[in-house]
């Protein structure tokens, strides 16, 4: 078991675009207020991940390596959307900084997150780096896999 | 992935007490009707188990072992109430029956199940087997973690 502590942040400008990418499919076995159970096709490799509350930035999360066509049967067991998208990953100030642009139905958003030692980390921001969402739960993978982006009321957004 | 084919049966007698037994304890991450996501402590090991729909007799089922410490942490997370049993493995004209004694909330109930390499195999039924209750939803071990033994209608179950 590990404890993630992430921050996360709307992308406004393009410099992350030529970073190093991969291709992710996720979706969600579970995904209660308490506790989700994703699994994850990166590449030639596959993930079963548990992550519990997120009480402030940290979240306990346990994660599994499973097979991939296990993997891809479980995505057919999932019951709404597969999200799909690249993940950049993005170095800067000595930080990695993941930015996943999304596919499909989530197709335009751009988020970047950040993992820290401990939530009072002190980082620097790259200057794509636009307005911070981390506690914006319709920024959450899991209920982008129900609400994806492409349904969301734009002109509400922008206010 | 396997495909699992199992029947479960109620229990009249008692000819099954003095055969060895293993001490389990698990919880559901998740229990929807299409997908169950099991924790499972089974002595010094534990498993995540993840089980599609039932069709018929036979379920798709998934199985990691993960360390049991992890299993601790996400018994913590599982919603409803953790199950504790007795798994008793009886032999019985060649074939292992799992006979489960159920502890706290679900004291008194004891089902006996066994597992078929397909759905017509033919096998002999031990005197002390009972009624079948393979489709009857009550006896899943994800309903019994939410809707316990302890609190069912006993005199609506003996009509």
Redesign the interface.
């Known amino acids: 078991?590990a404890l993630e502590i992430e921050r996360k942040f709307l992308v406004t400008g393009e410099g992350w675009r030529n970073a190093p990418a991969e291709r992710l499919s996720q979706g969600y076995?579970?995904h209660?207020p308490?506790?989700t159970?994703r699994v994850r096709i990166a590449g030639e490799q596959a993930f079963?991940t548990?992550k519990?509350i997120t009480q402030g930035a940290t979240r306990?999360e346990?994660e599994?390596p499973?097979p991939v066509?296990?993997a891809q049967?479980?995505l057919a067991?999932c019951?709404a959307g597969v999200i799909d998208k690249y993940r950049h990953r993005y170095v800067h100030a000595g930080k990695t900084w993941e930015v996943d642009a999304f596919l499909g139905d989530n197709q335009g958003l751009v988020v970047a997150e950040i993992e820290l030692a401990n939530e009072d980390e002190v980082f620097d921001k790259p200057d794509w780096l636009g307005e911070e969402v981390t506690h914006d739960a319709r920024y959450y993978n899991a209920n982008l896999s129900t609400q994806p982006f492409v349904h969301w009321n734009k002109a509400a957004l922008a206010e």
């Open positions: 078991m076995l579970c209660e308490s506790r159970v079963l548990i519990g306990q346990f599994y499973i066509a296990d049967s479980l067991l019951g």
